[in-house]
């Protein structure tokens, strides 16, 4: 079975463009997480998702969004880049939406932000 | 704010021997804890977790302890395997926040032959 799955696996943008991340679940994973790891850091909880409706949201700005498909895939936007967002972005899915279920994590897309 | 540290970013042990990894919380209302493990270029890989409500659990050479008046926990790894080595991150939360995890920075074990 494949894992969680994300693209682009590297991209590399300038401050002030737009960037949309994509990730698609495990099989039978109706719940899509994102986190941001900044080099050096643990990673850092952005959104949480569930049955296409938002259920958590980390202290991120506006800038940051995400939504999450009828096929539960999912795409996190974040718009006006700053050299700040450089980052792996992770996506995790898990089957239900109780806190009982374990996160599966994809590898990540490395943003790199010039 | 940091609610979960792991104030030892590296820690290198012999095959074999005993791997202990720390975590401290400053969250009173966590009450789910959890170990990952981080490969380069992969995404981290749950190891095993533990509820507030229990102070070890087992799973094969890993082993959990949780200590809540200290709000500490730690990773026992016995043997330490040179495949062990890797990035290990202990994460925490609340059972209200849904998957909402507060992720350490991480400790970096590296098992020598």
């Known amino acids: 079975d494949a894992g969680v799955t994300q693209s682009p696996t590297h991209l590399i943008k300038t401050r002030g463009q737009h960037v949309t991340l994509r990730c698609s679940p495990i099989?039978?994973?109706?719940?899509v997480s994102w986190y941001q790891q900044v080099l050096g850091q643990g990673p850092q909880f952005i959104f949480q998702?569930?049955?296409?409706?938002?259920?958590g949201r980390g202290n991120f700005p506006d800038r940051f969004s995400a939504r999450q498909f009828p096929n539960y895939s999912s795409e996190l936007n974040v718009n006006a880049l700053l050299l700040g967002d450089s980052a792996l972005y992770l996506c995790?899915?898990?089957?239900?939406?109780?806190?009982?279920?374990?996160?599966?994590f994809g590898a990540g897309s490395r943003l790199t932000v010039l | 704010d940091q609610q979960v540290k792991q104030n030892s970013p590296s820690l290198s042990v012999q095959e074999g021997r005993i791997s202990i990894l720390n975590c401290d919380y400053t969250?009173?209302?966590?009450?789910?804890f959890l170990w990952y493990k981080k490969y380069p270029a992969e995404g981290p890989t749950f190891l095993i977790s533990?509820?507030?409500?229990?102070d070890k659990n087992e799973d094969g050479r890993f082993t959990v302890f949780l200590n809540k008046s200290a709000k500490h926990l730690s990773l026992h790894i016995v043997p330490s395997q040179p495949g062990d080595s890797a990035v290990y991150f202990c994460?925490?939360?609340?059972?209200?926040?849904?998957?909402?995890?507060?992720f350490g920075k991480g400790t970096s074990l590296l098992v020598t032959p």
């Open positions: 995790a899915s898990s089957f239900g939406d109780s806190g009982a279920n374990v996160l599966t």
């Open positions: 099989s039978g994973h109706k719940s």
């Open positions: 998702y569930y049955e296409k409706e938002e259920r």
């Open positions: 969250n009173s209302m966590f009450d789910y």
């Open positions: 533990i509820s507030s409500i229990k």
């Open positions: 994460a925490a939360r609340r059972s209200n926040s849904g998957y909402a995890l507060n």
